[in-house]
Structures are given as C-alpha cells and as structure tokens.
C-alpha cells in the first residue's frame, strides 16, 4: 500500500526500505522522538533551532546524554549521528559555524 505525498511514495507496508522516502521518514521519527523525550525530562527543544545551531544541538545532545533515561541517550547517539551526516553532506555559507556534535 502507498501513498503520494509531495509527488514521493512513502511505502507504508515496509517495500522499498532503500529509498530515500524511508530513511526521511526515519529521520523525522528519531527527531520527535527525542523531541518527546526531552520534554518529559523538563527540556523543551526547537527541533528547526537543533538543526541549524550548532552549539544549541550540541548543548541539547550533551543534556540527553548525560540523562538517566536509556531511551533518550540512545535516541540521542542516533539524533548526534544524523546530525553529523546532515553536516557532512551540507555545504556551509563562510563564516558559518561548523558543528561539533561530538
């Protein structure tokens, strides 16, 4: 079963896992997920701030991992790492900061 969404089928029955739709959507669940997690420690987060700060994300992600909540330290390594891959993939304007998320 698919559906269209923004001219992408994004595969609801698990075909197509490869594709680029499901590695977006993946992307998107880790990040409200750890936007949930963070709340429920007390921390609310600007999910569009945590993209583009750098040291925002980095003081974000060094909170949840120093957390005792399990699930949001391993939400946390997964977030920190597609951060790390979104920088690496991203070309930067001069004089913008790089990030440092680890």
């Excluded at 949930?36 to 701030?49: F, K, N, S, V, Y």
Aim: net charge negative; glycine share 8%.
């Amino acid at each position: 079963m698919g559906v269209n969404m923004n001219t992408q089928a994004y595969h609801l029955d698990g075909e197509g896992c490869g594709d680029l739709a499901y590695h977006q959507r993946h992307d998107m669940l880790v990040e409200i997920d750890f936007k949930w997690l963070m709340a429920g420690q007390g921390c609310h987060i600007d999910p569009e701030r945590l993209k583009h700060d750098a040291s925002y994300a980095q003081g974000c992600l060094q909170f949840a991992l120093d957390s005792r909540c399990d699930p949001l330290r391993s939400c946390a390594l997964c977030l920190r790492a597609e951060l790390e891959q979104m920088r690496a993939s991203t070309p930067y304007p001069p004089g913008f900061e790089a990030w440092n998320c680890g």
